[in-house]
């Protein structure tokens, strides 16, 4: 069975910094494509970062350029969100995504507050 598990949100000040993690299981973690979109309120979800199976490629939404890391650790089937500089409207639930062939799996997400 295919488990997305998000963690590491929380509230955080502008200019603050938080790492979220993505616990994956029940698939071949390295075979598959991996990203980060987000979601906030009365919006749509939208692509965050991603990050090809080996790690070796990445991409990262513009809004978040030079802010946001996404790295990967196959060793241990968890991908990372690194977000550095926050803002307030990076508010939103984070969720994790497997991606492989016309397949796409999804985590439940985690919220993400930045506030004063």
């Known amino acids: 069975q295919v488990q997305l598990v998000e963690s590491g949100g929380g509230l955080v000040q502008p200019g603050g910094s938080l790492r979220l993690s993505c616990a994956a299981s029940?698939?071949?973690?390295?075979?598959?494509?991996m990203s980060w979109y987000r979601q906030g309120l009365g919006t749509e979800r939208e692509l965050v970062a991603s990050?090809?199976?080996?790690?070796?490629?990445?991409n990262i939404a513009g809004s978040v350029t030079g802010r946001f890391t996404i790295s990967r650790d196959n060793a241990k089937n968890t991908l990372y969100l690194q977000m550095n500089s926050l803002k307030p409207e990076d508010t939103a639930v984070y969720f994790c995504?497997?991606?492989?062939?016309?397949?796409?799996?999804w985590g439940q997400g985690t919220q993400v507050t930045v506030s004063s």
């Open positions: 029940g698939f071949t973690f390295s075979s598959y494509g």
């Open positions: 990050i090809s199976g080996t790690g070796t490629s990445t």
């Open positions: 995504s497997a991606q492989r062939e016309g397949r796409r799996y």
